[in-house]
T-cell receptor
Framework: SQQGEEDPQALSIQEGENATMNCSYKTSINNLQWYRQNSGRGLVHLILIRSNEREKHSGRLRVTLDTSKKSSSLLITASRAADTASYFCATPSTGANSKLTFGKGITLSVRP | DAGVIQSPRHEVTEMGQEVTLRCKPISGHDYLFWYRQTMMRGLELLIYFNNNVPIDDSGMPEDRFSAKMPNASFSNLKIQPSEPRDSAVYFC?????????FGEGSRLTVL
């Protein structure tokens, strides 16, 4: 079964707007990761947030983690057409930190 | 580094044929993962290795699937015999325990 579940499944926004994507998970984790996948390509790591962190920034990306609600959000500010991709959250399995389970992903379309 | 290298990028074969997918991980990485991606099931972890040793193959769908890692710079995933339901994109990824680095995938079509 999926550990991470992203929401919404699809998101369409205008260039310049912010995109917010959410991820919920079931069991305790020590970190959560977000990945991007462009059409026909492999996944690319975006950011890792540890369980003792509440917020992390990387360029136009902002990730939050709420361990009490078992949820995370990924915010892309001032979106660009090049941000069009699928976004996945990934969490490690209990007792096997290197074994990542991915959600089904969110398809983000940024209209120019 | 060239990143994780997978071959072939595309494979079309007929049901019953043997399929071999290959992966060269990033030098220095001690974990290697094989994932399968389909529209219906998303990304599924098939098997992963640590220091060339298989750690968890619980995601391998059935005995038709096998994976080996004879050395730190090579792994292969074999399907014998292949079936149409094996059609998917197969990804190899490597890491040193943190973030995963993915290859570009091998798109398999079984007719």
């Amino acid at each position: 079964s999926q550990q991470g579940e992203e929401d919404p499944q699809a998101l369409s926004i205008q260039e310049g707007e912010n995109a917010t994507m959410n991820c919920s998970y079931k069991t305790s984790i020590n970190n959560l990761q977000w990945y991007r996948q462009n059409s026909g390509r492999g996944l690319v790591h975006l950011i890792l947030i540890r369980s003792n962190e509440r917020e992390k920034h990387s360029g136009r990306l902002r990730v939050t983690l709420d361990t009490s609600k078992k949820s995370s959000s990924l915010l892309i500010t001032a979106s660009r057409a090049a941000d069009t991709a699928s976004y996945f959250c990934a969490t490690p399995s209990t007792g096997a930190n290197s074994k990542l389970t991915f959600g089904k992903g969110i398809t983000l379309s940024v209209r120019p | 580094d060239a990143g994780v290298i997978q071959s072939p990028r595309h494979e079309v074969t007929e049901m019953g044929q043997e399929v071999t997918l290959r992966c060269k991980p990033i030098s220095g990485h001690d974990y290697l993962f094989w994932y399968r991606q389909t529209m219906m099931r998303g990304l599924e972890l098939l098997i992963y290795f640590n220091n060339n040793v298989p750690i968890d193959d619980s995601g391998m769908p059935e005995d038709r699937f096998s994976a080996k890692m004879p050395n730190a710079s090579f792994s292969n995933l074999k399907i014998q015999p292949s079936e149409p339901r094996d059609s998917a994109v197969y990804f190899c990824a490597s890491s040193y325990g943190g973030e995963l680095f993915f290859g570009e995938g091998s798109r398999l079509t079984v007719l």
